[in-house]
């Protein structure tokens, strides 16, 4: 395959990855919310802690993320297998 070839299924491959990361960080956060804080909080403010789970879910995919793409760079030699998706080198 070729480098450009090579570079489209790797972001095809991380959003997807991505997107289940944030997907499963939000449930885990919503069945720790449900089994512990909810059972504490009167009626009226229990839906006030949804749109606090969706952006922790959101912050937690993005370190989560983070974390991999780091440990990804330091395991594959990034300018052998992928094109630059910005840029890249100048020709004269």
């Given amino acids: 395959m070729s480098k450009k070839t090579n570079t ?3 972001i095809l491959g ?3 990855f991505n997107m289940l990361v944030t997907i499963a ?3 885990l956060l919503l069945f720790i919310y449900a089994n512990t804080i909810m059972n504490l ?3 009226e403010s229990k839906a006030f802690g949804l749109p606090i789970i969706f952006i922790a879910a959101i912050v937690a995919a993005f370190l989560i993320y983070r ?3 780091k440990f990804f760079l330091k395991k594959v030699e990034v300018e052998k ?3 630059p998706i910005f840029g890249g080198k100048r020709k004269n």
């Fill in 67 to 69: 974390y991999a793409l």
């Fill in 25 to 27: 960080s939000f449930f």
């Fill in 14 to 16: 991380a959003t997807i």
């Fill in 41 to 43: 909080l009167p009626d």
């Fill in 8 to 10: 489209w299924l790797f």
């Fill in 81 to 83: 297998y992928f094109d």
